[in-house]
């Protein structure tokens, strides 16, 4: 019996290597398309686009507080993004980012809470290393589960994303909930001796983002393990015939790439906030998928885009209050700006190709 079937009228197939020039003309029209849709939106609530991107950039660099205010949110940003390469060079879809940076910060939480009259250095070594193991940890759980039962690793780190969250809303609620708040659920402020110093006038995190930047890259570029990332990253199958123990790779990255981020949330709490809270990630750890991917997954380009990325969020702010406009008003803008810039990377791999004649299979 036959039958005949139409083809779509349009169908995607994967594009040809393109080069890099091609590939950056293509980008810089994504960038360039983004910020005229953009335009058009801010057309349409009333504001001029030249003035309000002129404020976007300008907000994020017009004083020095402002300086220091984008780079206090481009730091767990960088952090989270550079934690998350690690499993995504793997092809180990980690999207728990956000609770291996709680986690991490709440176990640095209580050497903050309980043992604030410890040596002020000791004190913030111990943090930190609590911070690496609980965030480690808490990304050690799926890749448990996933060489042991094969499970869904993006469902997995997801859902441990709120059990992280809700288990700090516990504790703010319960052990930990602070009987000078007046009956509010939230936690003591920090010990000024469990606050990480300031240097150039922020929180000294910024320099440890810096060298994780140098440590990743060498990791991934030039050691043994960063080799056997890539191989497992690419075939499964080929790092066992090369003789290459897949699942102890796979927790040891695991472990790793939630440490990472816990340090971020050790970094967050003890530098930032100065206290823990729900909100101590503050979203970062999904953006950071975003922004390593756009990286292609090199931790130079990861820094760049993480520093582009906080001056949008710290001029989209100096625009909501320079203009009185909505936080919601703010998140649509960057949206469009983020969704032309992701669909070109949809473009350098992918193409649209038309009905061909006669159109039937």
């Given amino acids: 019996m036959n039958k005949h079937t139409k083809e779509p009228l349009l169908r995607t197939v994967k594009r040809a290597e393109m080069g890099n020039r091609q590939i950056l003309i293509l980008r810089l029209l994504a960038i360039l398309l983004s910020l005229v849709a953009g335009g058009i939106f801010i057309l349409c609530i009333g504001y001029n686009p030249f003035v309000i991107y002129g404020t976007i950039v300008t907000g994020a660099f017009r004083s020095a507080m402002a300086v220091q205010a984008t780079v206090k949110i481009m730091i767990p940003l960088l952090i989270c993004s550079l934690g998350v390469t690690l499993a995504f060079k793997m ?3 980690n999207i728990g980012a956000e609770g291996q940076l709680i986690f991490g910060a709440t176990c640095a939480s209580f050497f903050a809470l309980y043992c604030s009259n410890w040596n002020h250095v000791v004190l913030l070594l111990v943090m930190a290393v609590a911070g690496i193991v609980g965030g480690g940890l808490w990304g050690l759980i799926p890749a448990f589960f996933k060489v042991k039962f094969n499970t869904n690793e993006t469902l997995f780190t997801l859902m441990l994303n709120y059990i992280a969250m809700y288990f700090v809303s516990y504790l703010q609620d319960g052990p930990w909930r602070d009987p000078a708040a007046n009956g509010f659920s939230k936690i003591q402020r920090f010990d000024a001796n469990a606050a990480l110093d300031k240097v150039a006038g922020i929180q000294c995190g910024w320099i440890v983002a810096l060298l994780l930047v140098v440590i990743v890259f060498v990791y991934l570029k030039f050691s043994k393990s960063g080799y056997e990332i890539g191989v497992v990253g690419v075939s499964q199958d080929t790092a066992r015939y090369a003789g290459m123990n897949v699942k102890k790779i796979i927790l040891k990255t695991m472990f790793l790439s939630g ?49 582009l990325f906080a001056v949008l969020e710290k001029g989209s702010s100096v625009v909501q209050s320079s203009f009185g406009l909505s936080t919601d008003c703010a998140d649509v803008l960057q949206g469009i700006i983020l969704f032309f810039i992701l669909g070109c990377e949809f473009f350098v791999r992918y193409k649209f190709v038309g009905r061909s004649k006669g159109g039937d299979k």
């Fill in 91 to 93: 092809r180990f879809w």
């Fill in 259 to 307: 440490a990472i981020c816990g340090l971020g949330g050790m970094i967050q709490a003890s530098g930032s906030d100065v206290t823990l809270t729900m909100n101590v990630a503050g979203g970062v750890g999904f953006t950071a998928i975003i922004v390593a991917w756009l990286s292609q997954l090199n931790p130079f380009v990861i820094l760049i885009v993480s520093f």
